[in-house]
């Protein structure tokens, strides 16, 4: 199949010095070119989505020492230096034909990781529960047994499926607040029994502390991961074949460069990797256990750039730490990939993901690790699980998730509909809720229809801020039917709040159904909700395809309203069927109400005109009336005008009294 010149294609690029200037130097050419660098690997290969320009571009730049969007093969691959040779046999492993047919077979598509013939996957916590209880303690200044001392007669039930959802409202209830319940909800869930008690009386200052600021990740600009396989050294021990590893190397691989292949082109997200493949003298658990048996072990073999870690889960940070410092990235993660026996296949927190070979990665199997690995990540940057049925089940649309406090919208007990989302199920897409809640919105807004009989529409919608304007449009989604709420990820826009002078929407003429009837807008800028304006409840329709709040903005003097009332004097013939046109702050408009005969002798038309955006009160000076040449009927007089801005009447002159006709057809005033 041919490719187009602007077609872009997965390609490998091995630089021809394999250092970190030179890795910087490299990367950042291909950036320029416009290059969508996903990962790098090491300093001896990028890759990224390019087109056959690019790739011509990169081969004259001499940074390069090969590039391909093909497989290498074995004969080529051996005069490959050593350094390439790691990446190269990585890159065979992600298009190997094997690979890519089991891809074609999915049989578990679209459906969700709630699904009740695999593992359910146990509830994620931001936080890590032990970090949590040592904060707790330690802000208390209690020993545990102390804590839990007025508990430890009680015996409180499990929290699973419906008991789970019953608790978290009652979290809810107790700390008026849903996103509190939602992470205490799954913190109680993975504590010991008696702290599901506990958490219902938690001291406010405390809860202000810990939830209310908490830090918090964008998934963007340079991410370092380093990837742990940990097996047994011991004969008979949990390993991997060598094929399996090379699998899991390409679906983790993959998974994340969907993620970067999904982001906006501004977010800059490329993953920066280090592989570490460690052997432990620990026995095999069962599907029982915690994972610190051989997680804490297993840091005591990792080795980066010449530091060594301890073996306890202080370590994994401080992993992180040595990654994020030598590459110089936003963040850094640790995936831990293992045969162990552990109690769940796939979990992520503490800025760490685990997947764990248990029952063949929780019946999903080996190749949707690449969409399991998205999830879990997801996670570690504020996303929310959005899947409902047993387990432990999302239950709310109030909880806010991610740095810019995006609300769980698409969460499948509430959701209005719910949409194909990887936070749901295995499913290829992002919604517009986990696109916010992992940073890729600095705009977001929310729109609701009206539950009324043909209130939906399929025309072009726009917010608007009162000089800028953007398109809502979910792709891969009927947006905008009757009842209901969709969110929109208007992702790095450059708008702050005072950029925002007011929260209007716009609707393209009427299609073939008609008009649309809004009746909720909410806005959020960079994680502040600026604007909820509800019942609106208004057609937007026929010439009424605007609205605008008149509160929510930050200017006073921007027209979101212009309104002007035209009076036909009460003489023979006054009247016209000519067009009429409104001259106003450098814009115009056509004066026609349709399906009415204006300008008739007598009559005063009333005409509600969109401002578009841009128009402030300081530019309406100067007022211009102009009338078409005469048509049959002659003439046209004018007797008075009245403009009314927002509301408010800026000019009033009912004493014009001018013929508008043969060459003399407008008329000129000053507000």
């Not at 004969?235 to 993620?259: C, H, M, N, Y």
């Not at 009415?596 to 007022?623: M, N, Q, V």
Request: charge should be negative; include cysteine.
């Amino acid at each position: 199949m041919m490719t187009t010149r602007n077609e872009r294609k997965q390609h490998i690029f091995f630089l021809r010095r394999t250092n970190n200037e030179a890795m910087r130097l490299a990367q950042a050419y291909l950036s320029e070119l416009g290059v969508r660098v996903t990962n790098r690997q090491g300093n001896a290969a990028l890759m990224g989505l390019a087109t056959p320009s690019h790739v011509e571009a990169a081969y004259e730049s001499g940074l390069f020492a090969a590039i391909t969007a093909k497989t290498i093969s074995e004969e080529s691959l051996r005069k490959y230096a050593a350094e390439h040779q790691e990446a190269a046999r990585l890159w065979n492993a992600i298009l190997a034909p094997e690979r890519h047919e089991q891809k074609k077979e999915r049989t578990h598509e679209g459906r969700s990781w709630a699904d009740p013939e695999r593992e359910t996957p146990p509830p994620h916590s931001l936080i890590d529960p032990r970090d949590f209880k040592r904060a707790l303690l330690a802000f208390l200044k209690v020993e545990e047994e102390q804590f839990l001392e007025p508990y430890k007669d009680e015996k409180p039930p499990n929290i699973t499926g419906k008991r789970f959802e019953a608790y978290e409202r009652r979290l809810e209830r107790a700390y008026d607040n849903p996103t509190v319940a939602y992470h205490l909800a799954r913190l109680a869930w993975h504590l010991e029994p008696a702290y599901r008690l506990a958490l219902l009386k938690l001291p406010i200052e405390f809860i202000i502390a810990f939830f209310l600021e908490a830090a918090c990740w964008k998934m963007e600009n340079e991410i370092a991961v380093g990837v742990v396989f940990v097996e047994s050294s011991r004969e008979g021990g949990p390993k991997f074949s060598g094929s399996q590893r090379t699998t899991l190397q390409a679906e983790i691989v993959s998974g994340l460069d969907w993620l970067a292949g999904q982001a906006p082109v501004g977010a800059h997200l490329t993953w920066v990797y280090d592989w570490q493949f460690v052997k432990i003298d620990v026995a095999n658990g069962n599907n029982n256990s915690t994972e610190d048996y051989w997680r804490d072990p297993a840091m005591g073999e990792v080795s980066y750039f010449g530091n060594s870690y301890a073996e306890a889960w202080s370590s994994v940070a401080a992993y992180r730490d040595d990654m994020r410092v030598r590459n110089a990235s936003a963040h850094a993660i640790v995936i831990f990939v293992t045969p162990y026996g552990t109690e769940w296949h796939a979990y992520a927190g503490g800025s760490r993901i685990t997947l764990a070979n248990r029952n063949n990665w929780g019946g999903w199997g080996i190749g949707t690790i690449d969409r399991i690995t998205a999830h879990e990540t997801c996670h570690l940057f504020g996303a929310a699980d959005e899947y409902t049925g047993s387990g432990t089940p999302c239950s709310t649309c109030g909880s806010t998730h991610g740095c810019y406090h995006i609300p769980n919208g698409n969460c499948g007990s509430c959701a209005r509909p719910q949409q194909a989302c990887i936070m749901d199920g295995n499913s290829p897409r992002l919604c517009a809720y986990t696109q916010g809640q992992i940073g890729w919105a600095d705009l977001f807004v929310e729109l609701t229809t009206a539950d009324t009989l043909w209130a939906g529409t399929d025309d072009t919608v726009w917010l608007d801020i009162g000089d800028r304007t953007f398109v809502l449009d979910n792709p891969n989604h009927d947006d905008r039917e009757q009842n209901n709420v969709e969110g929109y990820a208007l992702n790095y826009t450059g708008v702050v709040k005072a950029d925002v002078k007011r929260v209007g929407i716009r609707k393209s003429a009427d299609g073939f159904a008609g008009g649309w009837k809004l009746k909720r807008v909410r806005l959020w800028v960079r994680g502040e909700l600026i604007c909820d304006a509800n019942n609106i409840n208004q057609w937007l329709e026929d010439e009424y395809l605007w609205w605008a709040s008149s509160s929510c903005g930050s200017a006073t003097s921007i027209v979101n309203r212009l309104q002007v009332k035209v009076s036909t004097a009460d003489v023979m013939w006054a009247g016209t069927d000519d067009d009429v046109r409104l001259y106003l702050g450098g814009r115009s408009w056509n004066l026609d109400n349709e399906g009415h005969d204006d300008f008739e002798r007598g009559h005063t038309d009333t005409f509600d005109l969109d401002p578009g955006t841009g128009l402030y009160k300081p530019s309406l000076a100067s007022i211009r009336i102009y009338k078409s040449p005469d048509g049959v009927a002659g003439g046209w007089r004018l007797k008075g005008l009245q403009i009314f801005v927002n509301g408010a009447s800026i000019y009033n002159n009912q004493s014009i009294n001018k013929w508008l006709e043969d060459d003399d057809r407008n008329w000129y005033g000053m507000i």
